[in-house]
Every structure is written in C-alpha cells, then in structure tokens.
C-alpha cells in the first residue's frame, strides 16, 4: 500500500504560481510511474502530467503544455508539480497519483492522495 499527500495548494491570482508536491509513503518509490490529475466542480477527473519510473520521460496534458512541469526526487520521494501563467480555468482540486505503467487513464493508477485544492481568480 502506498500513500500519498499532496500540499501546496492555494489562492493565487490568474498569471501567478504554485508549486505543489507530493510525498509518497512507499520504499520503493522510484518504481513507480507518478501522475497528476485534477478535477474541478462538476467535471470528470482530467489528466495533467506524469511522470515515468526510470527515464523520466514526461507527457503533458494539451490544457498545461508549456506552463506546467512535472518532476520527481526520488531520494526525497517527492514528485512537483509546477504551475506557472495560471488560468482561472486552472481552478480545481489537484491529485497525485501512482502506477507501474505508462499512462494518461485515471483509472489505471492504483494509488491516488487526497488532494489539493488550487483555484486562480481572475
């Protein structure tokens, strides 16, 4: 079983950032390939970034290419999200999510944190 949790969600003004990371609970943690989704109020669960086990290979959702990274440490167990050119569209709760495989579907990760909420005004 792996746990994650989510922190640096918050308020921020449209243009600004955040950073958000996630610290998982597990040994094994660089094997794990590390996404990040988000939701917002009355919307499916949208995917936003992730990243791979080993390569570090990233894919990006077409909403956030440009102005957000993804990054892991896997000493600190730690994967970033960093969110910059912020949009009130932007607004929603944010997830972090863990898996074995190389994936952009919601339901293909089998450990998921709690969340964090980002909103942005305009």
């Known amino acids: 079983q792996v746990q994650l949790l989510e922190s640096g969600g918050g308020l921020v003004q449209a243009g600004g950032s955040l950073r958000l990371s996630c610290t998982a609970s597990a040994r094994t943690f660089s094997g794990y390939t590390m996404g990040w989704f988000r939701q917002a109020p009355g919307k499916g669960r949208e995917f936003v970034a992730r990243i791979s086990r080993y390569t570090m290979f990233t894919v990006y959702g077409d909403s956030v290419k440009g102005r957000f990274t993804i990054s892991r440490d896997n000493a600190k167990n730690t994967v970033y999200l960093q969110m910059n050119s912020l949009k009130p569209e932007d607004t929603a709760i944010y997830y972090c999510?863990?898996?074995?495989?190389?994936?952009?579907?919601?339901?293909?990760?089998?450990?998921w944190g709690q969340g964090t909420q980002v909103t942005v005004s305009s």
């Open positions: 999510a863990a898996t074995f495989t190389g994936t952009t579907i919601p339901s293909d990760y089998l450990y």
